[in-house]
C-alpha cells in the first residue's frame, strides 16, 4: 500500500535519495521515498567511507565537496542516530617519484582558485600513519578537515529522522513509470501503487537513466564497478582517510584500462579496517573476483606490511553511478516539469550526498540554491553523452 | 579454581609432553594436540575477551569456524587455538589490544 | 592457471568416496580439504602424535571411517589430494579459489563438487557465550580426537541419538556426566527410532549398547528437559535445566538448577552452503535437514551445470548417505565427463540408490527428530547475544525488527549481525528461525545472509602472496 499522494516523489534510497528526502522533511514537505531495494543496498553500502576533499579539483567540485563536508558536519548535530562520522584527517600519499608532477599541478591549481592543500614531507607522514610503509611514503598531501563515516549507519539515521519529520519510506518497492502529461510530471506508478504528485527527484544513481528514460530523457550514467575488502576488527590503527596518489593519477588516466587498483584505507569505529580499492567496468555485476581481491591486498600489504597476517572477513563490491565529467547531475531537466536530477555521484556519493539532498531541498523550496549549481544539469551533455 | 578438563589416557598413547608458553606461564602439551586442547586441559577456559563489552570467551565450535577461540600464537594475531596444533616451545598470548577505541 | 578435470572439495566421507569412483574411472581427481587428515568431521582422524591403542574402544564409526580412507589410499597416485588447502571463493563458476601453502591461487575445474558438510546449530539462550558451553560436535573433537574431557561434570543438552554417541564416549574416557537432557520424547519410541536411525542391527546393537552403558554409568537421561541458562563469572559454574511441552517450551516451575562446568549443545546440524550459494546454484529452506540446501538431481547435481552437492552439506543425512551420495556424483561427473557411457554409470549408480533408498526409507524418522521446535528460539532473553562476533543482543534485533525490516539482510545492515568474522554462521540460522517465528514469514520470506569471498578469513598477506594476474585489457 502506497500513499495516494504526495508533494515531492524521491526515487532512490541510497546517501543521496536519503538527504533529499530528510531536508524536504525537515522543511514541511509531503514526501515519500521509493526504494526499489533494501537499506544502503547498493552504492551507499558498498564504498570507501570517505568523507574528503583532498583530490577534489577546482571549480564547482571542490566547493560541492566544501559545502558537503559542512553539511555532514550539520548532520552530526541534527542528527538524534550516530552515523560515526570523524575528521581524522586525510592523506593522500606520494607514493612513487612519477606520481610527483601530477600532485604538484593539483595543488597549484587549487591553491589558484582558493582552495590550498598542505605538503608534508615523508617524516611527518610516517609520524601521522606509523604503521606505513616508509619505502612507500615519499610525502603527503594533508587535510584536517576530511575524514570516514559509516554510510550504511548515515542513511539509517537520515531515514529515521526523516521519518519522525513526516516522511514516508518505501523499500522494496518499485517503481515501474512516470506518469507526464503536457509536458509535466502526474505521478509515479510503483509495484504497490500509484502515488499522485507533481514533482519527482531522480536519486536512483546507477539506475539514474532506468528512471529518467520514463520520461523520455536519456541520462548519460554508466555502472562503474569498484570493489573494496573488509579486514577483522584491530586496536586502533589507521586513523586517517588514507588515499594513494595512484588514484589521482588512475583517475586523470580516465579508469579505462581494464582491472586497476589503487591504495585506500580506512578504519571503521568497528574496528573494521575498510582497504581497496579496485575498479573495472563490469557492467551491472556487483561480484568481486579473484584478481581484484588479491591485487588489492597487494597494494595494501605493500603500502602497510603489517596487514600482512590481518585477515579478510569480506569482501564487496557496487558500481558507481559514473559521468564522463566526474561530476554529478543535480537541477531541473528541459521539456519535462516537475523533474528534477540528483544522480551521477560517481565514487562520491557519501561525501557529496548530504550535499546534494540540501542543494536539491533548496532548488525545490526557495528556487535558488545557496550557491549556483546551474553548471552541474543534465543540459551539459550533449546528445552523445559528453559534457 | 576449576579445572577446566583432564587428559585422557586409555585407548591412545602419546608421545613425550614438551612445554608450550601461555602469557609467559608454561604449561603441558603433546604433539597431535590443539592449543585449544593443551589449553583447557591446563584448566585454562577464557581464550579472549571480547571487543565491546569485554566479556570472556573460549572454545565453542571446536572445527574452526565460529572465531571465538583466535588468540596470538607465535605473534600470529587472530589465530585460531581449536585448528593450531600445540609445538615445542609455542608462544601463546591473549589479546589484550582489542578494546574499541571510543567513537 | 591451474586447471584439473574434477575438483572436490571437503575431505570428509562424501568427497572421499566421490573421488575414488571418479579416479577409478580414469578422472583426474583433485581432492582438496582444509585440515591436516581427511575424514572431516565424521572420520576424524587422530593427530600425528597419538597411537591408537585400542581402535575396538573407539567406536564403529572410527573402525567405518578407517576402512574408508584405506580404500582411498590404495588410490593414492590417481588422486591429487590437497589438505590443508582452504577453498575461499568460487569465480566464474569455472574457478575456485585456494588458500594454500601460504599463498592464494586459482584452480580452474571442469566439473566440482562440494561436499562441505554441516555444523552444529547454534541456539542462543542467557549464558551461551561463557566458556565451558561447547557444541557436541567440538566436545566430541576434543574427547575422541584430542583425548581431553571438557569439564569435570558435565551437561549434555539437545536432541537426538547422537547425544548418546557422546555421552557414551565421554563415560568411557572416564568423564562424569550430571545428565542428559533430550528436549523431545525420543526414546518413548526407541526401538522403531533406532531402526530408522542407525538403518541396521549392527547400529541397533551398538545403540542399544550407548543406552546401557548410559544406564549403568547411572547418568540420568531426562526427556523432554532442555537448558535455559547457564550461569558463570568467567566460565560455567551452574545452569539452569527446565521441562518443556512439546513445543519444547520450558516451563519456569519446574526450573531447577545443577551444578556443572562444561555443558555440551546438541541440536542438529547445519549445512555448509557457502560454496552453493556463492556459485549461484538454487537453494531451498529445510529445517528438518539443515536449513537452506541446494536442489539437486538424482544425480547429485545442482542447478548450476556442473556443479554437484553431496553429504551433509547438502542436507544432513549422516555419513552413510554422504558416502553413496558422494559415489554417485563421482560416477556420474565421470559419465559427463565423457569417462563412462550413461548405460555403464547407470549400472554403477544403481546399488546406490538402493542403498540409498533403504536408507532413506527410515530417513524421515531421523528427519523428525533434528526438527527443533518453537520454543528453541524463545529461550534467548532480551539481553542474550545472539550474533556472538558483534555481541548483538535480542533488544537491539528486536528495536531493527519494528522499524519495517524485512528480510535478515537489512537486519546484518542496520545491527551489524553477520558482519563478524564467522561469517554469520553462528547467528544466521537461529535469525532465520527467529524472525519467521516473529514475523509468522516463510524463510524464503526472510532470506538469508549472502557469502562472500572469502568465506571464511584468510591472511592478506596469504592473497598478497599470489602469482599477479596480467592486467586484462578490456
Request: with cysteine; hydrophobic share 40%.
Amino acid at each position: 500500500m502506497v500513499p495516494h499522494e504526495a508533494e515531492v516523489v524521491v526515487i532512490g534510497g541510497g546517501v543521496v535519495g536519503s538527504s533529499v528526502a530528510y531536508f524536504l522533511a525537515q522543511a514541511g514537505k509531503n514526501v515519500v521515498l521509493v526504494e526499489k531495494g533494501w537499506k544502503a543496498g547498493e552504492a551507499s553500502g558498498a564504498n570507501a567511507a570517505f568523507v574528503w576533499s583532498i583530490t577534489r579539483k577546482p571549480g564547482i567540485d571542490i566547493r560541492l565537496a566544501m559545502h558537503s563536508l559542512g553539511i555532514h558536519k550539520q548532520l552530526e548535530a541534527e542528527l538524534e542516530t550516530d552515523f560515526e562520522y570523524v575528521r581524522g584527517g586525510g592523506l593522500l600519499i606520494i607514493e612513487e617519484e612519477t606520481q610527483v608532477p601530477f600532485v604538484e599541478a593539483h595543488l597549484k591549481k587549487r591553491a589558484e582558485d582558493g582552495y590550498p592543500l598542505e605538503l608534508i614531507d615523508a617524516k611527518q607522514v610516517l609520524e601521522l600513519e606509523p604503521h606505513l610503509s616508509e619505502e612507500r611514503v615519499l610525502g603527503a598531501v594533508y587535510s584536517p578537515i576530511d575524514g570516514k563515516t559509516n554510510p550504511i549507519f548515515l542513511v539509517l539515521a537520515l531515514n529515521s529522522q526523516a521519518r519522525k519529520l513526516g516522511a514516508r519510506l518505501l523499500h522494496h518497492t518499485e517503481v515501474l513509470g512516470i506518469q507526464a502529461a503536457g509536458g509535466a510530471v502526474k505521478g509515479v506508478v510503483t509495484d504497490k501503487g500509484t502515488i499522485k504528485t507533481n514533482l519527482v527527484v531522480d536519486a536512483a544513481g546507477s539506475w539514474g537513466s532506468f528512471i529518467s528514460e520514463m520520461v523520455d530523457v536519456k541520462t548519460p550514467v554508466f555502472p562503474f564497478q569498484m570493489a573494496m575488502l573488509v579486514t577483522e576488527q584491530l586496536p586502533p590503527t589507521v586513523s586517517h582517510a588514507v588515499m594513494g596518489a595512484s588514484y589521482m593519477v588512475e583517475e586523470d588516466a580516465g579508469k579505462n584500462e581494464g582491472l586497476g587498483c589503487g591504495l585506500i584505507m580506512s578504519q571503521q569505529t568497528a574496528g573494521n579496517l575498510l582497504i581497496g580499492a579496485s575498479w573495472r567496468k563490469a557492467g551491472y555485476d556487483k561480484k568481486t573476483i579473484q584478481e581484484e581481491i588479491e591485487l588489492i591486498a597487494r597494494v595494501n600489504v605493500r603500502a602497510m606490511p603489517m596487514l600482512k597476517t590481518v585477515r579478510l572477513i569480506r569482501s564487496y563490491a557496487n558500481f558507481f553511478p559514473q559521468t564522463e565529467d566526474d561530476l554529478p547531475i543535480l537541477g531541473k531537466v528541459d521539456g519535462i516539469e516537475g523533474f528534477i536530477m540528483a544522480c551521477g555521484h560517481g565514487g562520491h556519493g557519501v561525501c557529496l550526498g548530504p550535499g546534494s539532498g540540501k542543494l536539491i531541498q533548496e532548488l525545490i523550496c526557495d528556487g535558488k540554491t545557496s550557491f549556483p549549481i546551474d553548471k552541474l544539469t543534465l543540459s551539459r551533455f550533449n546528445r552523445a553523452g559528453n559534457p | 579454581m576449576h579445572t577446566g578438563g583432564k587428559r585422557v589416557f586409555k585407548g591412545v598413547e602419546r608421545g613425550e609432553p614438551f612445554e608450550i608458553e601461555v602469557d609467559g606461564e608454561k604449561i603441558v602439551a603433546y604433539e597431535g594436540e590443539t592449543i585449544g586442547a593443551a589449553l583447557l586441559a591446563a584448566g585454562s577456559r577464557t581464550l579472549r575477551y571480547t571487543n565491546k563489552l569485554e566479556r570472556p570467551r573460549g572454545l565453542y565450535c571446536g572445527i574452526g569456524l565460529c572465531q571465538e577461540c583466535c588468540m596470538t600464537i607465535n605473534g600470529i594475531p587472530n589465530t585460531q587455538a581449536c585448528q593450531t596444533l600445540a609445538t615445542p616451545g609455542c608462544q601463546v598470548e591473549t589479546r589484550k589490544d582489542l578494546k574499541r577505541r571510543e567513537s | 592457471m591451474e586447471e584439473s578435470e574434477f575438483v572436490i572439495v571437503g575431505g570428509g566421507p562424501g568427497g572421499v568416496a566421490a573421488a575414488m569412483e571418479a579416479a577409478k574411472a580414469g578422472v583426474a581427481v583433485t581432492l582438496v580439504d582444509e585440515n591436516e587428515r581427511l575424514g572431516g568431521q565424521c572420520f576424524r582422524q587422530f593427530e600425528k602424535g597419538f597411537k591408537v591403542a585400542d581402535p575396538e574402544a573407539l567406536g564403529l564409526d572410527y573402525k567405518e571411517g578407517q576402512e574408508l580412507l584405506h580404500q582411498f589410499s590404495l588410490l593414492g597416485d590417481k588422486i591429487r589430494y590437497l589438505n590443508k588447502a582452504l577453498v575461499w571463493g568460487i569465480f566464474n563458476n569455472r574457478t575456485i579459489a585456494l588458500a594454500h601453502n601460504g599463498a592464494s591461487s586459482a584452480l580452474g575445474f571442469k566439473r566440482l563438487l562440494a561436499a562441505t558438510g554441516a555444523y552444529d546449530r547454534p541456539v542462543p539462550f542467557p549464558g551461551w557465550t561463557l566458556p565451558g558451553v561447547f557444541t557436541a560436535g567440538g566436545a566430541q573433537k576434543l574427547v575422541k580426537s584430542e583425548r581431553v574431557l571438557p569439564g569435570e561434570n558435565i551437561l549434555l543438552a539437545g536432541t537426538g541419538p547422537l547425544q548418546l554417541v557422546l555421552a557414551y564416549q565421554i563415560l568411557e574416557a572416564g568423564g562424569k556426566i550430571e545428565a542428559i537432557l533430550e528436549a523431545g520424547n525420543f526414546y518413548k519410541n526407541w526401538l522403531r527410532r533406532f531402526l530408522g536411525i542407525w538403518g541396521n542391527w549392527d547400529f541397533l546393537k551398538e545403540g542399544l549398547g550407548y543406552l546401557r552403558s548410559i544406564r549403568k554409568a547411572g547418568v540420568p537421561l531426562l526427556q523432554g528437559h532442555i537448558i535455559c541458562e547457564a550461569h558463570g563469572e568467567e566460565q560455567v559454574e551452574e545452569a539452569v535445566i527446565a521441562k518443556v511441552d512439546r513445543d519444547w517450551r520450558f516451563r519456569p516451575s519446574t526450573a531447577r538448577t545443577v551444578k556443572v562446568d562444561a555443558i555440551c549443545l546438541g541440536y542438529g546440524l547445519v549445512s555448509s552452503t557457502e560454496l552453493t550459494m556463492l556459485a549461484g546454484c538454487e537453494h531451498s529452506y529445510d529445517l528438518r535437514l539443515g536449513g537452506y540446501i541446494p536442489l539437486r538431481s538424482t544425480t547429485m547435481e545442482t542447478t548450476v551445470p556442473g556443479i554437484y552437492a553431496v553429504g551433509d552439506g547438502a542436507g544432513v543425512a549422516g555419513r552413510k548417505v554422504a558416502i553413496e551420495e558422494g559415489r554417485i556424483a563421482g560416477i556420474s561427473a565421470a559419465s559427463s565427463l565423457g569417462y563412462l557411457s550413461s548405460r555403464d554409470a547407470g549400472e554403477q549408480i544403481k546399488p546406490c540408490l538402493k542403498r540409498l533408498d533403504k536408507i532413506g526409507r527410515f530417513r524421515r524418522v531421523l528427519d523428525d527428530i533434528s526438527l527443533p521446535r518453537r520454543g528453541l528460539y524463545e529461550l534467548a532473553k532480551d539481553d542474550t547475544i545472539i550474533c556472538r562476533c558483534e555481541e548483538v543482543t535480542l533488544k537491539q534485533l528486536k528495536e531493527a525488527l519494528s522499524d519495517d525490516t524485512l528480510q535478515i539482510k537489512d537486519f546484518k545492515r542496520m545491527t551489524r549481525m553477520g558482519m563478524g568474522p564467522c561469517e554469520g554462521r553462528m547467528c544466521g540460522p537461529s535469525m532465520i528461525e527467529m524472525m519467521r517465528h516473529r514475523l509468522d514469514a516463510s524463510a524464503e520470506g526472510v532470506g538469508c545472509l549472502q557469502p562472500r569471498p572469502s568465506i571464511k578469513p584468510v591472511a592478506l598477506g596469504v592473497l598478497a602472496a599470489a602469482e599477479p594476474a596480467e592486467r586484462k585489457k578490456q
